[in-house]
């Protein structure tokens, strides 16, 4: 500690700073006008937590704290401050010119977090906890994928130095069909044979493996983000991953970001001014979270492949003279207005329950109703299991059944 708790604190008005780690955290305490007044540092614990609450609040009322790391190392103290009626801020760390300036060491960047909260640069409320599980999931699901990508790697890299006989047998088969073969083999032959199809059928089947774990942490993923946000995942173009890391970069409590806008250059794709001159134009921009983004540009890429209206308004700023990229940038805009309205507000969907049992009791096949909208039948095995919102086609195919 730096300097002795005054005896008489009662009215005193402080703000305070926490650097956290895996293990510690460091707590620092300013005045209101921006002095230093003490630091400690304290263990990830639950005692810890109690300790570091005890020691803000023993040099005078606690304005705001902020946390750096609110949803890594600095989640649990979070929890405790906030369950114990103090208000949090998240706090960014400080940028790079500022630390070849000041340095850097635990009370450093406590301070600088408590200097946050002071000046008000620091507002964000943290991340809540309501969407943990859903980020456990899509963290799972996403390593596996990994995995299964590095397992296939590995195969078709051995397969190009594998000896002749196994090149010539396996190195024409692809996908599914590679990875079933080589799984079912009974490695034999000489030493190098042996060797190479034993490497080999252990990586089919720890591809196979992995993607069985994929589907089903997929279908758990799948049922979380439907239950906590019905509108977001029905939202055309969002699947159970695209859902997810939307849900996990809002946080539980979306309203942090305040407005649209905020959430789209949360996102990156708030236009980033890129004029000089006589041109005037805006570009991409390359903040933000990128894995937001990328979800934003897949949105946009199957709506560009499949919906109607995206299809005619590409149509629309092609003529007009845009590129490609640039016609992706204004469709990332208008979908993460979209997304923020889905996160923000309750979105009612319509019922489709009705529909398979409807047409059953009808005897109608998937095949008829098809041909009788003019779509697949896929379209509209996924239209009655909810995988698939179009609630024009939904209306249009109840009145049709109720019809028939």
Known sequence: MTSAVADDTTDKVVFGGVDSHADTLHVAVISDNGGHLADAEFATTAAGYAAALAFLNAHGHVISTGVEGTASYGAGFT??????GLDVVEVNRPDRAERRRIGKSDPIDA????????????????????????????????SAVKARTA????????????PESIRAKFGQLKGADRTDALARLRPAGDAVHTAVLTALKSLARRVKELTAEHQALTRALDSEVTADNPGLRAAHGVGPDTAAQLLVTAGGNPERLRTEASFAALCGAAPVPASSGRTNRHRLSRGGDRAANAALYRIALVRMSSDPRTRDYVARQTAAGRTKKEIIRLLKRAIAREMFRCLTTTVTIPGIADLRPLRQSKNITLTAAAQQLGVWP?????????????DDLANTYRDWLTAA
């Open 79 to 84: 929890r405790a401050a906030r369950s114990a």
């Open 111 to 142: 301070y600088a977090a408590a200097r946050a909260a002071l000046s008000g640069r620091a507002f964000s409320a943290p991340k809540d906890d309501t969407v943990a599980g859903i980020r456990a999931l899509h963290n799972a699901a996403r």
């Open 378 to 390: 896929a379209t509209i095995s996924t239209l009655e299991r909810g995988i698939r919102r179009d």
């Open 151 to 162: 397992a296939l790697n590995q195969i078709t890299h051995i397969l190009v130095t594998a």
